[in-house]
C-alpha cells in the first residue's frame, strides 16, 4: 500500500512531513493519540470544580446593592437551579445524564469504530465534544437557569465522547504488539489523570469568577485538538509501509494458555514459536469485524467487564466529587479544593504505570489488579476518618488512593481490553480490537453512572456512608476476578513444575 491512501483504498491526506522511521511512528501515535484523550478528560472534569461555586453559603460575601433577594438569604450568590437545598440529587442528575448516556452510547460506539475511518470519527467527536463543553460554560454568559438546559448538553455531550476511548485504543493497538503492553500502556494511559488534572487547573482559574470559562476554554482547546487529528492521524502501519505488530504466538502444546489473559509469568516461554500476523494490505482481503454476542464469546471479556463496573464506580465518583468533599469537609476554598483535588490524579499516574509494570512482569493481569483493589479499600477507609487531620496526611492518602484505585482500572482499560481485542481465539483477526474495548469501557460506565448518581443520593445522610459505599464496590470488583487470579496460579504452578523439570533433566545430562 503506498503511503497516503488508507487501508479502505481512498486517500487518507496523510500530512506532507511525518516522522521518517517505524520507530518515529509509533512515538507519534503514541504522542497524538495521549494529547487527544488528555483533551477528551480535560473537558469532563470543570464540571466536578464548579459545583462548589453554584452553591455554597453566601454569609460571608457582601451583597451587591440593587440585589432583590433577602439580607440574611444564605442563598442569593449562588446559580439557580443549584440555589434550592436539594442541590446534590440536581447536581447528581447533570453528572449523571452525561454518564448513562456515556455508557450506552459506548457499546454502539465501538461498532461504529470498526467500521469507519477512525480520523475521520475521532475529529468529529473532537469537534461535538468541544462544542457542547463550551454550550455547558455559555450558559453563565447567557443567564440560563433552566435545569433541562444543563442535562440536555450534558446527554449530547456524553454521546460525542464515547467517540474517543474505543477509537484511541484501536489506534494504538493497530501499532503496538503485546510485548510490554501494560508498561507502555500504563504510561500512555496517565493521559487519563493528566487530562483531569488540566481541566482541574484551567477550570479553578475562572471558577470563583466567571466560571462559564471553565468550559469554554477546556470546549475550544479540545475542539483545536480535533483539526490535528484530522490532518496528522495515522490509523494503520501499513499506511505508511510500516509492519504491523505482533500480537500473539502459537498456543503452547499443553494448551495452557486458552484463556489467556490468565497465564503463568512464562507461558510465551514454551516450545511454541512467535509469528506474526500479516494482514493483507488488499482491501478484499480484511477480516470481518466481530459481532457484539462474537465479542463476549471471548474469555475474560464479561468478568474483566463486571470488574470494571465496579472499578469504574469508585474512580468516577472521586473524579466528580471530591472536590466538593474537600470543600464541605475542609472547608477549602473551591479553588483550592479543586487545587487539592489533584494529587488523586497525580496518584492514578503513579497507580496506573505500576500496575503495568507488576503485570507485565508476572503476566498475571487480573491478580495485578484484584491486590491492588484489596489494598485500596482500607486506604479509603483511611482517608475518610484521619486524612483529613493534618494537610500531609491529605496529601500523602490522596496520592496513596489515586494510586490503587486508579491502577486496576488503567490496567483494564488499556492493557487488558488490548489483550482481549487481539485475543488467540480470534486467529489473527484484530478487527474486534474497538468493540471489546468499547463493551469492557461501555460496562464500566455503567459503574461511572452509578457512582456519581449514589453519591449525590446518599451524601446527604453523611459523607461517611458515601466512603462505605466506594468500599462495597471495591470489594465487588475484586470478587469479581477470583476465577481469573485462581486460572493466573494454577499456570504459574505449572511454569514452575516444568522449569523445576527442566533443571533436572539438564542436572542428570551432565
Known amino acids: 500500500m503506498l503511503p497516503g491512501h488508507s487501508r479502505g483504498g481512498g486517500p487518507s491526506a496523510l500530512p506532507a512531513q511525518l516522522p521518517t522511521s517505524p520507530c518515529r511512528y509509533r512515538g507519534f501515535i503514541l504522542l497524538i493519540t495521549f494529547l487527544i484523550y488528555t483533551c477528551y478528560h ?14 455554597h453559603n453566601c454569609s460571608e ?76 460554560g455559555l450558559g453563565y454568559f447567557w443567564n440560563i437557569h433552566a435545569l433541562w438546559y444543563f442535562v440536555l448538553i450534558q446527554i449530547c455531550n456524553g454521546l460525542v465522547q464515547t467517540t474517543g476511548w474505543p477509537s484511541v485504543v484501536t489506534c494504538v493497538g493497530n501499532w503496538f504488539g503485546k510485548g510490554k503492553r501494560g508498561l507502555i500502556m ?14 482541574s487547573l484551567i477550570a479553578g482559574v475562572w471558577v470563583d469568577e466567571q466560571w462559564g470559562l471553565s468550559f469554554v476554554v477546556p470546549g475550544i482547546i479540545t475542539a483545536v485538538m480535533g483539526l490535528v487529528t484530522f490532518f496528522f492521524l495515522i490509523e494503520y502501519p501499513e499506511d505508511v509501509d510500516c ?25 510465551n516461554r514454551g516450545n511454541g514459536r512467535e509469528s506474526a500476523v500479516t494482514l493483507s494490505k488488499e482491501p478484499s482481503a480484511q477480516p470481518a469485524a466481530i459481532s457484539f454476542f462474537g465479542a463476549l464469546w471471548i474469555p475474560g471479556v464479561v468478568e474483566f467487564s463486571l470488574c470494571l463496573l465496579f472499578a469504574k464506580l469508585v474512580s468516577y465518583t472521586f473524579l466528580y466529587w471530591l472536590p466538593l468533599y474537600i470543600f464541605n469537609v475542609v472547608h477549602f476554598t473551591a479553588k483550592e479544593s479543586g487545587d487539592l483535588s489533584t494529587l488523586f490524579d497525580v496518584g492514578g499516574i503513579a497507580g496506573g504505570i505500576l500496575a503495568g ?60 481490553s488490548a489483550d482481549l481485542g487481539t485475543h488467540k481465539s480470534l486467529k489473527g483477526n484484530a478487527k474486534a480490537l474497538s468493540t471489546v474495548t468499547a463493551i469492557i469501557d461501555g460496562t464500566g460506565s455503567i459503574g461511572a453512572a452509578l457512582g456519581p448518581l449514589l453519591a449525590g443520593l446518599i451524601s446527604p445522610t453523611g459523607w461517611n ?20 487470579v485462581y486460572k493466573e496460579i494454577l499456570g504459574w504452578r505449572s511454569s514452575l513444575s516444568r522449569d523445576r523439570g527442566s533443571s533436572v533433566a539438564l542436572t542428570h545430562a551432565r
Not at 114 to 132: D, H, I, K, N, V
Not at 186 to 199: A, E, R
Not at 472 to 482: E, F, K, Q, S
Open 357 to 416: 509494570l507488576i503485570s507485565d512482569y508476572t503476566n498475571g493481569r487480573a491478580t495485578t489488579c484484584c491486590v491492588m483493589l484489596i489494598l485500596a479499600a482500607p486506604t479509603m477507609f483511611l482517608y475518610n476518618y484521619v486524612g483529613q487531620s493534618g494537610i500531609s496526611i491529605s496529601i500523602v492518602m490522596l496520592l496513596t488512593c489515586g494510586a490503587l484505585v486508579n491502577g486496576p482500572y488503567a490496567l483494564i482499560t488499556t492493557a487488558v
Open 243 to 267: 509492519s504491523p505488530p505482533q500480537h500473539h504466538g502459537e498456543l503452547e502444546e499443553n494448551g495452557d494458555n486458552a484463556e489467556d489473559p490468565g497465564n503463568g509469568p512464562h507461558s
Open 61 to 136: 460575601m457582601i451583597q451587591p446593592i440593587g440585589d432583590t433577594h433577602r439580607l440574611n438569604d444564605t442563598t442569593w450568590c449562588n446559580w439557580a437551579p443549584f440555589d434550592q437545598s436539594n442541590y446534590k440529587e440536581l447536581l447528581g442528575a447533570v453528572d449523571n445524564a452525561f454518564l448513562v448516556a456515556y455508557a450506552i452510547g459506548m457499546f454502539i460506539s465501538g461498532i461504529f469504530g470498526e467500521r469507519l475511518p477512525l480520523r475521520y470519527y475521532l475529529t468529529a467527536g473532537m469537534l461535538l465534544s468541544g462544542l457542547f463543553t463550551s454550550l455547558f
Open 186 to 199: 500504563g504510561i500512555w494511559n496517565s493521559h487519563t489523570s493528566v487530562g483531569n488534572i488540566l481541566g
Open 465 to 484: 456512608n458515601v466512603f462505605y459505599m466506594l468500599i462495597t464496590a471495591d470489594i465487588l470488583a475484586c470478587l469479581l476476578l477470583c476465577r481469573l
Open 42 to 55: 480535560m473537558s469532563r472534569k470543570p464540571i466536578s470544580v464548579v459545583k462548589s461555586r453554584l452553591h
